[in-house]
């Protein structure tokens, strides 16, 4: 058995892995809501870190993905619904008393890319019968191609993100369910695009691109940004890391069949070994540079034969940012795990 053990004023979010009899890894993960510490003690642990990537890269190595890179249910042992993990995030000493009046308010969907988002968002508006929106205006255009600002006097977000459609109503008071992925999520980029300040971390979190007039009859797409006093609470989307490392890949191949890159797909089939060389070419064309990154120069021989280990790397930065940032706003914020679609549906 193989676990990591961290320490609360060390890190915000803690993994651990087992691995027992020879046969597919186990896992169990548990989101830590942030201690009373200031900003400036950091939010990663190198050290610490090193030893989960390293250990995520053990499960890896020793078969995690089966053959059609799905991962096994959690052993009994393992609350399935998370019950033991706190719903609220109630550390903080001064969340908001202000949200009596009736005004609409922006609630964040924050999620690490392929997360379970979309489905989130669809399941919401199924329900409730009303709209939800997303910082990405320029996904969801409306009929004359330009993005719908939710509010008149935010023309650059959020936006409705179902503008056309009549069976969903737009709400006019409560919180209004707002996707954005923050930053540092970039798939295949170097560390100065994925390294990111908790500072900075907010700051793409309200932001994001948008289609909007060009003043000639024509459109251009603006990055915009809004206030983050319009943001008053928040769902932190959490989903399994090795699932959530191969949905990327997955995303990936949807995106090199919709381009028909045919060499890209006939080199990484939709297998096991396929998203292994993916992994491993991707970590090579940045490996020099991450070698001599200050943010890898303690820890990098470590991991550096761990497929994915960047995409691993920022997986953990973002949700230890994330806890950060609505620490910071000072916000409630809900925990909600993908997995508790599948194994507690109605109780989601």
Request: with cysteine; aromatic share 12%.
């Amino acid at each position: 058995m193989m676990t990591t053990s961290t320490n609360q004023s060390d890190h915000v979010f803690d993994l651990k892995i087992s691995t027992g009899d020879g046969s597919s890894p186990k896992y169990s993960y548990m989101p830590l809501s942030p201690v009373a510490r200031s900003p400036k003690h950091g939010v990663l642990s190198r050290a610490n870190l090193s030893l989960m990537i390293l250990l995520f890269g053990v499960g890896v190595l020793l078969g995690g993905m089966s053959n059609h890179l799905r991962l096994p249910k959690a052993p009994e042992s393992v609350p399935k619904t998370h019950d033991s993990v706190p719903k609220i995030n109630r550390f903080h000493p001064s969340l908001r008393k202000d949200d009596a009046d009736d005004s609409l308010k922006v609630a964040f969907l924050m999620s690490f890319p392929n997360s379970g988002t979309s489905y989130t968002s669809r399941l919401v508006r199924t329900v409730t019968g009303h709209n939800t929106a997303s910082n990405y205006g320029l996904e969801t255009p409306g009929e004359d191609g330009k993005s719908a600002p939710v509010f008149d006097f935010s023309p650059e977000g959020p936006f409705w993100s179902q503008p056309t459609d009549a069976r969903i109503t737009r709400p006019t008071k409560g919180y209004l369910l707002t996707k954005t992925h923050c930053g540092g999520r970039c798939d295949k980029c170097s560390t100065d695009k994925y390294i990111e300040t908790h500072q900075t971390f907010l700051q793409r979190c309200l932001e994001g691109e948008y289609t909007t007039g060009d003043g000639s009859g024509g459109l251009q797409v603006l990055r915009g940004h809004y206030d983050k006093s319009m943001v008053r609470k928040a769902v932190h989307l959490i989903r399994d890391p090795f699932d959530n490392i191969v949905s990327r890949f997955h995303l990936a191949h949807k995106h090199s069949e919709r381009r028909k890159e045919l060499k890209f797909l006939a080199k990484y089939p939709k297998s096991k070994e396929g998203f292994r060389d993916f992994c491993k070419d991707i970590g090579m064309e940045f490996r020099s540079e991450e070698k001599h990154s200050k943010f890898f120069d303690d820890f990098f021989d470590e991991v550096k034969n761990v497929p994915c280990y960047a995409d691993f790397f920022k997986y953990l930065q973002w949700h230890n940012l994330a806890f950060t940032t609505t620490w910071d706003l000072g916000i409630p914020t809900m925990i909600l795990h993908y997995e508790n679609y599948t194994y507690n549906f109605n109780g989601t």
